[in-house]
């Protein structure tokens, strides 16, 4: 009566989609993902930024890449090549 066989795990996803709909299922999906990750997190005391800290090889080095910011004109001013 397990869910060893593929007929009544297709059962259970069509019950499923039936009762919470499509649009709530990748929402559920999602939460249900976090709360498990957070479970397990607390369980290995790890904290978020031990674990996403990305391990590079040693001859893998990444440049940063430098943020482009707008510069704020005065309105008398004219463009450049005007």
């Known amino acids: 009566m397990g869910l060893d066989n593929p007929l009544h795990i297709a059962f259970l ?3 499923l989609l039936l009762v919470f709909g499509a649009r709530r299922l ?3 999906g999602r939460s249900l993902g976090s709360g498990m990750r957070e479970f397990k ?3 290995s005391g790890e904290t978020p930024q031990q674990q996403q800290q990305p391990t590079l090889s040693p001859g893998s080095e990444q440049q940063p890449v430098p943020e482009r910011v707008p510069v704020a004109r005065e309105p008398s001013e004219k ?4």
């Open 41 to 43: 997190q607390s369980i």
């Open 79 to 82: 463009p450049p090549g005007a």
């Open 26 to 28: 990748p929402e559920i």
């Open 13 to 15: 996803v069509v019950v």
